[in-house]
């Protein structure tokens, strides 16, 4: 009988741990305010961005390519996929923060380094962030997380080596 008790929580355990692990394949946590401080999109004075005409998006190098590619996949809470595409930033007291939840990376594989691309721009002067005269951008290294080929899992990675990004205008 008592080898019968541990039974039901030992497979409970490895069910949930099984399913982090299948959810964190290749992922990272794309949000400026992630970690124990928050580092704000800011116009040239200091001020936080606000309004939806200013869109942030994100890239990712392909390493097969060498080009940086959209085709991130953002992971829903009810484990659904849905194509990420540029979103508006926050406004109000969420000003200056950009948070669009866990994204995976297709082509690149989990417990390796993404090199992401985060572009800001104002929508209301282009469409996209080439047709924008007013426009940053900044490229930094997120180790990804998920279940590498060793087989030892890790938690999503995150943008914790983000340190701001200034959007002045107009762009060259």
């Known amino acids: ?15 949930i741990v099984m ?3 299948a959810r964190a394949q290749g992922t990272f946590t794309a949000s400026n ?6 580092h704000f999109v800011t116009d040239c004075d200091g001020k936080p961005l606000s309004g939806t005409n200013f869109v942030v998006g994100l890239l990712v190098k392909n390493p097969a390519s060498g080009q940086f590619e959209g085709g991130l996949q ?16 926050r406004t109000g007291k ?3 923060i950009f948070s669009f939840g866990m994204l995976r990376v297709p082509f690149v594989p989990a417990g390796k380094d993404a090199q992401v691309l985060i572009r800001v721009w104002d929508a209301s002067g282009g469409k996209d962030f080439a047709g924008s005269a007013l426009r940053g951008e900044t490229n930094l290294t997120v180790r990804l997380g998920g279940a590498s080929s060793g087989g ?7 943008l914790s080596n983000f340190r701001g990004l200034v959007v002045c205008g ?3």
């Open 33 to 38: 305010a992630a970690g124990p401080r928050t």
């Open 170 to 172: 107009p762009a060259k």
């Open 19 to 21: 399913a982090i692990v």
């Open 94 to 96: 969420l000003a200056g």
């Open 1 to 15: 009988m008592k080898l019968r008790l541990w039974k039901t929580p030992a497979i409970l355990t490895a069910g």
């Open 152 to 158: 030892i899992p890790s938690f999503p990675g995150r």
């Open 74 to 89: 953002r992971l829903g809470s009810d484990d659904s996929v849905a194509p990420f595409s540029p979103e508006p930033m």
